[in-house]
């Protein structure tokens, strides 16, 4: 029997970095919440050379939402694609040397963070400058992400070579459709960088074309979410029902979910871009309803994801119309942190709809609440499905028994309420009109109302738990790693409720990445030969404002 | 074709429903009943943009009665819109024009639909009606250097 050690390590390496970048990258998060509650910690920590509320707001967007994932997302789905082909890398050296470049990007980009020369937040807008070689770590670390992913495509193509006219299992499938998307979305900021900004940024050309380099940022930047959640859906749809003890209870249709957000999550980047002066509506109408077309693979996720779990719950006993919820396994932490995450993410998933709305979008658009839309997403939704992933995932990698089950639960739980109370302390100041990316302690006393005080403490107090919550999740990583009670932990994979025959067209690549292909020209291709013909090489670099 | 359960099948149908009518609101709304987002107006040299043109000298003019236009420049160090203060009699139609002469900046008036991003190098233009007497602020929505928290401005209706 393969135990896959070659790729533990790869994924154990690459899962070590991601927590390592999420505990340092959190740890700014409460900083940030404080100061809004009115209490700023920054000019204190001046001696240990942190020099601004933005560059702490800068380590932690790029630290959690960019490094944090990316190293868990290609760590995990390595190993996820092995066990389900079960068959190792075909090329492990590939895997590593992409590690290899990820790390090193990141060491890259890590420098002038610190060094205070590369507050330009993670969206990095030119023309804020950061130096050269802060874009070139970036890219570095996307190269090596897509390296990763080669090497799982070359795994399954060789699978597929021995395997003559099978269907390739459901978790490696969902798995090379997150890092194909990956592949895709990504040509946007690659284009960004290599073209754009190193010219640039090296003093090649004297000025850059802003309202572009925008475009191009978020070509990838929304499917950058879909990347994120991708990874967590592999656990929901193809993990969770096992540990809640039941099946999947749709296959063909979670194979369809993942088909359609290949197709569909990259052509809608303007919704991010609402408004933006250089965008005539009629394009950002189409992005807004290819947007709102997304919300369809994620309402057939909700449906096939709870009723799978209700599945589990009437197999273990549960009755009635929803009494079934309770016989679901609540004191598995795994199962209890990711079905938490759900519940969250569900609700920004309401609010995501209103993001998308187009003109609703006004109201909110660049205000706080969009961060604490993205905190019930990424912050939670992937963030602590991730966590959950972990809690089976080190003793499966380890060995050893995951330590303080009771310890494990209050941490999800306590990241549960803490985040329930930030964001909506978050969105209150949105709907209030407090701009996101602020000072607000400081913006307060400017042109704050009375009203926002509320909102403002409960965002304070809803970080501090979510730190309290983190704390005692790097106590159980930490107390597992060094737990000498053993456990023979594996890795759930769930089995289909019915056996049906996957239809070709559930396992064919070619329609669904033509039809993406098309649907970027579409949404995207006359915008941007316009920008190309009526380029604005105009805006100079700045990098003395923070 | 795939089996799908019963209640799946309901479950796509209200789905396909709600966004048939979420975009039907939103494209009403937009583009019969003008809530609008902002679009191309004009381009502009962000290195020149302060010198010379309506830029130049910002500020309100009026058109016609109860009828402006207003310039602003958004500018980094020091963290301002110029001009801060903007005073117009109730029942006013002001089309604001903004610009940014170094990095990007956002312009969001309270109370109002206006929520725009200042790029270097593009105009935007918004216009609102100004029925209530009071004061509304417009702030800066996009980090723009460690000033950022300090640049509003204010538009006071008399």
Known sequence: MNTFAVERKIAGWHIFVAIFALSLGILFGPLQAWEHMGWNTYPALQAVGLQSYYQGLTLHGVLNALVWTTFFITGFLTYVVAKSLNRGMTFPKLSWAAFFVMVIGLVMAAIPLLLNLATVLYTMYPPLQAPWYYYLGLTLVVVGSWMSGWSMLLTWNAWRK???????????????????????CTLGIASEILVLILPWSLGLVPGIDVQLSRTLFWFTGHPLVYFWLLPAYVSWYGMMPKQAGGKLFSEPLARLAFWLFLLLSTPLGFHHQYVDPGIPEGWKFLHAVLTLSVFFPSMLTAFNVVASLENGGRARGGTGLLMWIRSLPWGDPSFTAQSLAMIVFAFGGVGGVINASYNVNLVIHNTAWVPGHFHTT??????????????????????????????????????????????????????????????????????????????????????TIMLISFCVFL???????????????????????????????????????????????????????????????????????? | MIHVHVYEKWWIGLTVAMLIAFSLAIGVSGFMMGIQLPSPEALVNPNTVAKQGDFANPGLKELAPKKYVAYIRAEAN?????????????????TFYVTAVDVQHGFKLEGTNINVQILPGQVSKMTATFNQKGEFPFVCTEFCGVGHQN????????
């Open chain 1, 162 to 184: 021995d395997n003559k006219g099978a269907t390739t299992p459901f978790l490696a499938l969902a798995s090379l459709i997150s890092m194909v998307l990956w592949q895709i």
């Open chain 1, 378 to 463: 990424v912050g939670t939704g992937v963030t602590l499905t991730f966590i959950g992933i972990l809690y089976w995932l080190i003793p499966h990698f380890t060995g050893k028994a995951l330590w303080g089950r009771k310890w494990a639960l209050w941490q999800a739980w306590l990241w549960t309420i803490g985040v329930a109370i930030f964001s909506q302390g978050l969105h209150r100041l949105g709907l209030l009109g407090a701009p996101r990316r602020t000072m607000l302690g400081v913006a307060t006393d400017n042109y704050g109302t009375p009203e926002w005080l509320f909102p403002r403490l409960m965002t304070g107090l809803g970080g």
């Open chain 1, 475 to 546: 106590l159980v990583v930490i107390k597992t790693m060094r737990n000498k009670e053993t456990a023979q932990v594996e890795m759930p994979v769930a089995e289909a409720l019915h056996h049906e025959t996957i239809p070709a067209w559930l396992n064919n690549w070619q329609p669904w990445l033509v039809g993406a292909v098309v649907l970027i020209l579409i949404a995207y291709g006359p915008m941007l030969v316009q920008s190309i013909a009526q380029l604005q090489m105009t805006s100079p670099g700045f990098n003395g404002l923070w």
């Open chain 2, 78 to 94: 020091p963290w301002k819109f110029r001009p801060e203060k903007i005073e117009v009699p109730v029942g006013s139609t002001v």
């Open chain 2, 151 to 158: 640049m509003f401005g204010k538009l006071i209706v008399k």
